[in-house]
C-alpha cells in the first residue's frame, strides 16, 4: 500500500468546467498566449476491451457529465481517460485564445510553466500520466521494470518496449476496487500448495520443498518466489489446461455441493475462468494478495512488483491509512515512494462556498469528481465553469479561487510533482 500523508497544503482551489468557448478569440502575440497559464483540457478515451461498458463506466460518466455534447456509445467499453501530455494520448486544450493544439505543445512552447525543479528535473516533461480507470473484466498480470531496465530495453528492442521511462503506479479508489498486488506472505502460499493438489503440481516437489526451507530467510525466500511463479508461468501450455481445468471441476463441484471452496480461493477462480477460460493467470491468484480497497484508499504498484487489476473504478497516476492536516483538513496527500507524481484529494465541506486551490511549484492537472463552481485565476483571464468531469490545467505557483455552487460541496482530485 502506498504511504498516505497529509500536508499543510492551502489547497483551496477552484477548477474549472472544459468548455470550448472559455475565452476570447485567438490571439497570436506570444506574451499574452504566456499570461493564460490555466485552461480546460478536452481528454483522450481509450476504449480497450476490459473497460466497463458505456455509461456503466465511470470514464464515461466524467467524460458526458463534463462535455453534455459527448456521445456516449452503448456496447461500447470506455477503459481509460488520459489526462496529460502522453504521445499516444496528448489532451486537447479547451481556450480559444491558445494557439497551440495540444497540452504536449503547449508545455514545449512555455517549459516554464512546469515549476523551475520539475522542468530541470524532468527535462521539460510533464512527469506524469493521470488516468481514471474503469475495470470491467482483469487486466492481465504486469510488473513494469524499473528506470534503468527500462532504458535498457527501449534501447535493444525498442519495438516491444517504447517507451524508456520506468512506470510506478498508484491506484486511488473511486468504487470498491478490486486487485492483485504483490506477493503473499510465503505461508498462504504454502498453504495453498497444500490444499490445492493442481497448484502444487504446476509449481512441482522441487520449488514447493525450497520454498518451505526458506522460510525465516527473507532474501532466499524472496529469490525463491520469483523461481516459483516464472516456473509456473512458463508451464507447458498442454500441462497448465490439463490442471487448471481439473481444479475448475473440482471447484464447481463442491461448490455445487455446498462445500466451501475458499481453501482454494474458488469464488475468484470460477470468476477469472469465466473472463479468461484456460489462461494461465487464473493460477496467479494463489501468488499474489488479493487487494479490495474502499473509495478514498489507495495502493501503490513499484517496479517489478507484479499486479493486476480486476474490477471497479480507480484514479491512477503514474511515471510518463489516509490523513488530513490539521491546519486544512480538506486536503490529503497521497505520498507515493517516488518523485514522478503526487496527488492530492480535494474535499470541500458542504457548508463552504469559498476555497482557494494553493499555489505548488509544479504543473498540475486537477479532474473535478463531484460539484459545480465558478474558477477564477490571474493566469486564467476569465472565469472558467467547473462541473463533474471538468479537466483543468494549471501552471506551477498559479492558484485558483473557487466559489462554489453545488449544494453538496465538492471533491476534486490533483496531480502534481513535489519535488
Known amino acids: 500500500m502506498c504511504k498516505i500523508q497529509s ?19 485567438k490571439r497570436t502575440d506570444a506574451a499574452v498566449m504566456a ?14 476491451a476490459w473497460g466497463k461498458i458505456g455509461l456503466s463506466s465511470e470514464v464515461a460518466k466524467l467524460v458526458v457529465s463534463g462535455d453534455p455534447l459527448a456521445v456516449i456509445e452503448d456496447g461500447k467499453p470506455y477503459a481509460e481517460l488520459w489526462m496529460g501530455a502522453h504521445p499516444k494520448g496528448d489532451a486537447q486544450i479547451k481556450d480559444n485564445r491558445i494557439t497551440q493544439t495540444t497540452l504536449g505543445q503547449w ?12 522542468k530541470d528535473t524532468f527535462q521539460g516533461q510533464l512527469p506524469f500520466l493521470f488516468k481514471v480507470l ?51 506472505p510465503v505461508e498462504e502460499i504454502l498453504g495453498f500448495l497444500k490444499c490445492v493438489p493442481e497448484f502444487h503440481a504446476l509449481v512441482g516437489n522441487e520449488a514447493a520443498e525450497e520454498l518451505r526451507c ?8 524472496s529469490q525463491v518466489l520469483k523461481k516459483c511463479f516464472t516456473r509456473m508461468m512458463n508451464c507447458e501450455k498442454k500441462v497448465f489446461v490439463d490442471q487448471l481445468n481439473m481444479l475448475v471441476k473440482r471447484v464447481t463441484e463442491e461448490g455445487a455441493a455446498g462445500k466451501d471452496t475458499s481453501s482454494s480461493n474458488g469464488d475468484l477462480l470460477l470468476r477469472l475462468h469465466s473472463q479468461y477460460p ?14 479490495v480497497l474502499d473509495p478514498g484508499q489507495a495502493m501503490f504498484l513499484g517496479a517489478n512488483e507484479p499486479h493486476a487489476y480486476l474490477y471497479g473504478d480507480c484514479i491512477e497516476c503514474m511515471a510518463c491509512s489516509d490523513n488530513t492536516d490539521a491546519s486544512d483538513p480538506c486536503v490529503s496527500l497521497y505520498d507515493p515512494p517516488v518523485p514522478d507524481f503526487t496527488v492530492m484529494r480535494i474535499q470541500v465541506p458542504a457548508l ?7 499555489p505548488v511549484d509544479s504543473a498540475s492537472i486537477l479532474l473535478i469528481i463531484e ?3 465558478t474558477a477564477t485565476s490571474a493566469a486564467a483571464l476569465s472565469d472558467i465553469t467547473l462541473r463533474r468531469g471538468t479537466v483543468l490545467f494549471v501552471s506551477a505557483n498559479e492558484s485558483i479561487s473557487l466559489h462554489i455552487i453545488s449544494q453538496s460541496g465538492m471533491t476534486i482530485f490533483r496531480a502534481c510533482c513535489l519535488l
Open 371 to 373: 460539484g459545480d463552481a
Open 134 to 184: 474503469s475495470v470491467n473484466t482483469a487486466l492481465s498480470i504486469q510488473a513494469h521494470p524499473n528506470r534503468d531496465l527500462a532504458a535498457r530495453l527501449h534501447a535493444q528492442f525498442p519495438e516491444h518496449y517504447p517507451d524508456n521511462n520506468h512506470k510506478p503506479e498508484m491506484a486511488i479508489a473511486l468504487t470498491r476496487f478490486q486487485g492483485l498486488c504483490g506477493f503473499r
Open 352 to 358: 463552504v462556498k469559498q476555497y482557494t486551490v494553493a
Open 7 to 25: 500536508i499543510f497544503v492551502e489547497e483551496k482551489r477552484r477548477v474549472t468546467k472544459p468548455s470550448r468557448d472559455v475565452t476570447s478569440p
Open 35 to 48: 499570461e493564460v497559464r490555466v485552461f480546460p483540457l478536452t481528454c483522450a478515451v481509450q476504449n480497450y
Open 214 to 221: 526458506s522460510v525465516g530467510d527473507v532474501v532466499r525466500t
Open 278 to 291: 484456460g489462461d494461465i493467470g487464473c493460477f496467479s491468484i494463489y501468488f499474489l494478495n488479493q487487494v
Open 107 to 118: 508545455i514545449a512552447h512555455f517549459p516554464a510553466c512546469l515549476g523551475s525543479k520539475v
